[in-house]
């Protein structure tokens, strides 16, 4: 290949370096393969760090009753049945052997009295699953694969912004274009597979749980390469986001308070959760919050107190609180873990959360609540994939982890996230190794796409007048906090697909100053389109999708609908850029072995 532009070579080639990226990167050097990793942040510091709660595995260190079988169970009816089923059953199987490695590669799990790996009780899961140290748990998974990595002497380019995947002269993807962040410099890469991991989308949302780069570029590349996208319209709304200080707004507050016993509770003072169970789940006659809690276990069929239902119901259900005026003076509802268990206790298991609401917002939770309410914190769609190997419908492209759809259906269960990233990042390098080895990998790379892409990134230094990105982003994020949040309507929506159109108009202007090195601005005008062409897909999806399911809630549609249970909206570009049109489509799903079938019918 000839070309001006800096260039590196690589069999394999992985897009994001959190869990998913580097598990897949770990799989392809076992492989024998060369490997290269792209982040445009530091190695470290990828959005997998901020997940505390644990990784769910069936492992029945706890609950000896715990089995796979179960997990795909709970995982599937979390995700309202909308989940590819193979991959639920392939995470549930291989998740006690990914976090039995991981601690053979040095992690440092939270241990049991008789010394096994401890599991903490989360919402969803009917038994105590989630492995876990303390509440830093994706630090410690990040650090443990980081450390595995580096050992293994695999290239790792860092802040290092990806613009386009670029295919060969018969379409399969042959490498990608990008720039250095540092520099302004473009650099091309070729490879015969490429794995996209990386990550979300919420920095489309006003309120988030995610860091800077969650601006769903795997998506929207994968989008205009060829791929599809399923499930966009499932947004998962964490229900405990920090609410005060505005500075810290959206950062996460984890799953493991509830975990570990913290309860919800109004302006009022009043535990509500149980208002949003089904009223055979209520004992109207408990005389304290501690009987209520038993009966509630004894009762309700195994499962664990209300505020460990799964993450939508509680979002909404504290939703509904703040809108019936019975939320606290900054917007939310209280989270009290101070008065369940002892100071000793809350600092050993939650240093973290103990720490975050002290330095930031002068708050002690052994002695008082916490201000939480929902926060965009996840997207249960993705790039389409098969579930054994990852691959997407683009020859030599694969997808894991977040940016990958399909396996949490129309809601995700907490814990099952970090699982996921550790089982399908190691599915991924060994689709990517498959299919490298069965030759029929790209060996050119298509110039005329690095140069369109080069073109259009620096459009913006061409014009003299123009629009400033930083408002454009903040145009967006507040308009599809408003229109495609929580709460969803026809009029909403329609309104946010409307205004998305004159979006389009306005990142087509967009004018920066300066020069390429060390330029936010300019690195924030290359991030837009990938916004624009994921909140385009979200809001088509919320359109089609007349039914509340999951993450998904229409206030117009306030029930689920048995017949949308049948397919996934996927979606595809008619053209290869941006700005192309978004054809959407019916995509039934995967048919249910009768096997499967006969384990969601079971009820213990």
Excluded at 170 to 194: D, H, L, M, Q
Excluded at 300 to 321: H, W
Excluded at 539 to 564: N, V
Aim: aromatic share 8%; net charge negative; with cysteine.
């Amino acid at each position: 290949m000839t070309s001006s532009y800096e260039h590196h070579d690589y069999d394999v080639l992985i897009i994001g370096a959190g869990g998913a990226g580097l598990r897949a990167a770990i799989e392809a050097k076992q492989r024998g393969l060369k490997v290269g990793i792209i982040t445009k942040s530091l190695l470290g510091k990828a959005h997998t760090v901020m997940a505390e709660g644990g990784m769910a595995a069936a492992m029945g260190n706890v609950s000896a009753e715990d089995n796979w079988q179960v997990h795909f169970r709970d995982t599937m009816r979390g995700g309202k049945f909308l989940n590819n089923n193979r991959m639920a059953e392939l995470h549930a199987k291989e998740s006690p052997d990914r976090v039995r490695e991981l601690e053979q590669w040095g992690a440092l799990f939270d241990r049991t009295k008789e010394g096994k790996i401890l599991q903490r009780d989360f919402g969803g899961h009917r038994y105590a699953r989630l492995a876990h140290v303390g509440d830093r748990t994706g630090l410690e998974l990040i650090r443990t694969l980081q450390q595995k990595v580096v050992s293994m002497d695999t290239d790792v380019f860092m802040e290092c912004k990806v613009l386009k995947l670029v295919h060969d002269e018969n379409g399969r993807i042959a490498g990608c274009v990008a720039y250095w962040r540092p520099t302004g410099e473009f650099v091309t890469f070729s490879a015969k597979a490429i794995i996209l991991a990386t990550g979300g989308a919420g920095k489309s949302w006003k309120f988030t749980s995610n860091s800077w780069e969650g601006t769903g570029d795997g998506h929207a590349m994968a989008l205009w390469a060829g791929a599809q996208l399923i499930d966009m319209e499932c947004i998962q709304f964490h229900p405990t986001g920090m609410v005060w200080p505005l500075s810290v707004r959206g950062l996460l507050v984890t799953e493991g308070v509830r975990g570990d016993g913290g309860v919800l509770r109004n302006s009022e003072g009043q535990r509500f959760m149980f208002n949003y169970v089904a009223p055979m789940f209520r004992d109207e006659t408990a005389e304290s919050e501690e009987e209520g809690d038993k009966w509630y276990d004894d009762h309700a069929a195994g499962r664990r107190p209300p505020e460990l239902l799964p993450r939508d119901e509680v979002a909404r259900a504290i939703n509904s609180e703040v809108k019936a005026g019975r939320g606290t003076p900054h917007g939310g509802v209280y989270l009290d873990i101070a008065s369940r268990r002892t100071p000793e206790f809350i600092r050993r298991r939650l240093p973290s959360m103990y720490h975050q609401f002290m330095e930031l917002a002068g708050v002690d939770i052994t002695s008082e609540p916490m201000e939480i309410g929902p926060t965009c914190h996840y997207i249960m769609g993705g790039v389409k994939v098969d579930a054994d190997s990852a691959a997407t419908l683009v020859p030599g492209l694969f997808a894991a982890g977040e940016c990958a759809g399909g396996m949490h259906g129309a809601n995700r269960l907490g814990g099952n996230s970090l699982s996921d990233l550790v089982v399908f990042g190691r599915r991924a390098g060994m689709g990517a190794a498959d299919y490298i080895e069965s030759g029929q990998a790209a060996t050119s790379l298509d110039m005329s796409e690095v140069e369109e892409a080069v073109q259009e990134a620096l459009a913006p230094f061409d014009r003299t007048e123009g629009e400033n990105p930083y408002d454009i982003q903040r145009d967006l994020q507040e308009m599809m906090q408003l229109n495609v949040g929580i709460i969803r309507t026809a009029g909403e929506i329609e309104d946010a697909i409307t205004q998305l159109e004159t979006f389009t108009d306005r990142v087509k202007n967009i004018a920066v100053k300066g020069g390429r090195a060390y330029n936010p601005g300019w690195n924030l005008a290359t991030d837009l389109p990938a916004m624009l062409t994921v909140c385009k897909t979200v809001a088509r999806g919320a359109s089609l999708r007349k039914e509340s399911r999951g993450g998904h809630t229409r206030e117009d549609f306030p029930k689920a609908d048995p017949e949308f249970a049948k397919f996934n909206f996927a979606h595809t570009t008619s053209g290869g850029n941006w700005d192309s049109e978004i054809v959407t489509v019916e995509s039934p799903l995967l048919p249910m072995p009768d096997e499967l079938k006969a384990l969601l019918e079971e009820t213990k």
